[in-house]
């Protein structure tokens, strides 16, 4: 995993998109019983995948390993507009 940073050139943020990632995945959990709080995590993620797909273009990965993160971004986008 270090070294898909540091091909995507985020080595530094590493620690910092983890921890988001965390907290997020937390969000969405609690999203079961506070339904503003999932959608507010998953609007988070949303944002988080939408950069990766940008950063995946700028590194020009192939449409194959772009696939995922569009997915992703995707499914947290409808989670974040339709709600828990």
Same mark, same amino acid.
């Given at each position: 995993?270090k070294?898909?940073?540091?091909r /995507?050139?985020l080595g530094?943020?590493?620690?910092?998109?983890? %921890?988001?990632?965390?907290?997020?995945?937390?969000?969405?959990?609690?999203?079961m019983s506070? #339904?503003?709080?999932?959608? &507010? %995590?998953?609007?988070?993620? %949303?944002l988080?995948?939408l950069?990766?797909?940008?950063?995946?273009?700028q590194?020009?990965?192939s449409?194959?390993?772009t696939? #995922?993160?569009?997915f /992703? &971004?995707a499914?947290?986008? /409808?989670?974040?507009?339709?709600?828990?």
């Amino acid at each position: 995993m270090k070294q898909e940073f540091l091909r /995507y050139r985020l080595g530094a943020q590493r620690m910092l998109v983890g %921890a988001l990632q965390g907290f997020a995945g937390i969000g969405l959990l609690a999203g079961m019983s506070q #339904p503003w709080m999932g959608q &507010l %995590a998953a609007g988070g993620l %949303a944002l988080m995948m939408l950069i990766a797909v940008i950063v995946r273009f700028q590194i020009k990965d192939s449409l194959l390993q772009t696939i #995922p993160a569009v997915f /992703y &971004l995707a499914f947290n986008t /409808y989670l974040c507009i339709a709600g828990f």
